[in-house]
């Protein structure tokens, strides 16, 4: 398999290439608007054609390039059928594989972060969207969040994987790439050890996180699989705009 881990920087977010070498088919996890040239240029450089764009998630902090790169590459979208988005070409249920060329993927349904999250498992690494972070978790405090579901998730669905399985989130804010089931189960401070339901409310409920900057604009232009709003406040044009860097993992 072909695996390449795209970092984009405004927020912060990893998308994941999978390609099969036998067929040139190739998924792109996450994807985000303003690096729709690097995500192309990526596939061209390694020879492969995008079958199709997959979310883990509506996201709140960047709006998906897939509605873009479906509309330059012809890929199809799939998308968490609980989302129940009209734009989605494939809604993905846990049970059902996704299969791109000689790449499965077995979606596992992790809410909790959102009520429609999912993560991917593909043979030896896990890709957990916001369920799982390194060292972290995503917030439960909108979109349907809930501090007990996200729990059950980590603990029921992620933390049973086997322990060398290889943990890519789609976000981290201080340049690590890749961390382990058994990592996760050791140290994380939010999830990890013998930490209890209970603790994990209070760890969540006293958090106090700001308001997200770009929610009320990422959420409804994501449920139309990736459209920037045309009244975007001039703050907040760079979310739309091509990146003029695009580090890779």
């Known amino acids: 398999m072909i695996f390449r881990q795209l970092f984009e920087p405004l927020s912060s977010t990893y998308t994941y290439l999978l390609?099969?070498?036998?067929?040139?088919?190739?998924?792109?996890?996450?994807?985000?608007?303003?690096?729709?040239?690097?995500?192309?240029?990526?596939?061209?450089?390694?020879?492969?054609?995008?079958?199709?764009?997959?979310?883990?998630?509506?996201?709140?902090?960047?709006?998906?390039?897939?509605?873009?790169?479906?509309?330059?590459?012809?890929?199809?979208?799939?998308?968490?059928?609980?989302?129940?988005?009209?734009?989605?070409?494939?809604?993905?249920?846990?049970?059902?594989?996704?299969?791109?060329?000689?790449?499965?993927?077995?979606?596992?349904?992790?809410?909790?972060?959102?009520?429609?999250?999912?993560?991917?498992?593909?043979g030896d690494r896990v890709f957990t969207g916001d369920a799982l972070l390194i060292d972290g978790c995503g917030r439960t405090d909108f979109q349907d969040g809930d501090a007990d579901a996200l729990y059950q998730s980590v603990r029921e669905k992620l933390f049973v994987l086997a322990d060398e399985v290889l943990v890519y989130p789609a976000h981290d804010y201080k340049g690590r790439h890749v961390s382990s089931i058994a990592q996760e189960k050791m140290r994380n401070p939010r999830l990890g050890g013998e930490r209890t339901l209970e603790e994990f409310r209070k760890l969540m409920a006293g958090l106090n996180l700001p308001y997200p900057d770009f929610i009320d604009f990422a959420v409804p232009g994501n449920r139309l699989c990736g459209v920037c709003p045309g009244d975007l406040p001039d703050e907040l044009e760079k979310h739309c705009r091509q990146m003029t860097a695009s580090p890779q993992g």
Not at 97 to 112: D, S, Y
Request: glycine fraction near 10%; charge should be negative.
């Open 19 to 122: 390609g099969c070498v036998e067929t040139g088919q190739a998924v792109l996890i996450d994807p985000v608007i303003v690096a729709v040239p690097r995500d192309l240029a990526e596939l061209e450089r390694l020879g492969l054609t995008l079958a199709c764009t997959l979310e883990t998630h509506i996201h709140a902090d960047h709006i998906t390039a897939a509605l873009e790169l479906k509309k330059r590459t012809g890929s199809r979208i799939a998308a968490p059928a609980c989302d129940r988005l009209p734009c989605a070409d494939l809604g993905i249920e846990e049970g059902t594989p996704l299969q791109v060329g000689g790449i499965t993927l077995q979606p596992l349904h992790t809410p909790g972060h959102t009520a429609g999250h999912f993560s991917y498992l593909a």
